[in-house]
């Protein structure tokens, strides 16, 4: 009968620290472009160039990071998340890769400084963006267009374009996908520096 009584007597402390017991929260944070380290353009004759805030379906504006698991399916991971919105990583690789790509040219991102006199506009609608997970592609559909001052279309492009991934079984597959994502968005900023130097200054 003690043993009972003696039992009853810790069964409350058993339990009230199997109930506040710290949790290990397992969630991984990940961002875009924060490898490239570009110097802002110190020209004092540099031409300002804004990129807009950018159109992103509903389902990427979704902190979880959302794959594509057949033609239908998607699945968003609560334990694997953008560390900040994604497009400000998207911003951030297009200004980084195109000021390599221009050399003339600072490109400025959404929101915009207000004491900056911005020449040219870019403004980016991204259709679809999502790494597929059956055929480790990531597919990148966006129009995208620049405008002068004066709200003229100097350029304008529908683009579509596909970068690769791997997955090592020994890694997170999730770095590799959002490697491949990055891959993408930097050759999205490759096709407007093109159309910049060809436009602006005539290469």
């Given at each position: 009968m003690n043993h009972i009584k003696y039992l009853l007597f810790f069964l409350p402390s058993i339990f009230s620290g199997c109930m506040f017991s710290p949790v290990t929260d397992s969630t991984r944070f990940y961002t875009m472009g924060m490898k490239t380290t570009v110097e802002a353009n110190g020209q004092?004759?540099?031409i300002p160039i804004g990129i807009s805030k950018i159109l992103i379906?509903?389902?990427l504006d979704k902190p979880q990071?959302?794959?594509l698991i057949s033609d239908n399916e998607i699945i968003q991971?609560?334990?694997n998340r953008w560390a900040e919105p994604i497009e400000e990583c998207?911003?951030?690789?297009?200004?980084?890769r195109i000021n390599q790509k221009c050399d003339q040219v600072k490109i400025v991102i959404f929101p915009f400084d207000k004491h900056i006199d911005i020449d040219y506009k870019i403004k980016i609608r991204?259709?679809?963006f999502i790494p597929n997970e059956t055929d480790k592609t990531v597919t990148l559909s966006s129009f995208w267009r620049m405008t002068d001052k004066n709200h003229n279309i100097i350029a304008k492009k529908?683009?579509?374009?596909?970068?690769?991934y791997q997955i090592d079984q020994q890694e997170n597959k999730y770095?590799?996908?959002?490697a491949g994502m990055e891959q993408a968005i930097v050759q999205l900023s490759f096709d407007i520096s093109e159309a910049i130097n060809a436009i602006i200054f005539k290469k």
């Open positions: 004092n004759h540099a379906p509903s389902y990071i959302i794959t991971d609560e334990f998207i911003l951030r690789v297009l200004r980084d991204i259709h679809d529908n683009s579509i374009i596909v970068a690769n770095l590799n996908m959002i």
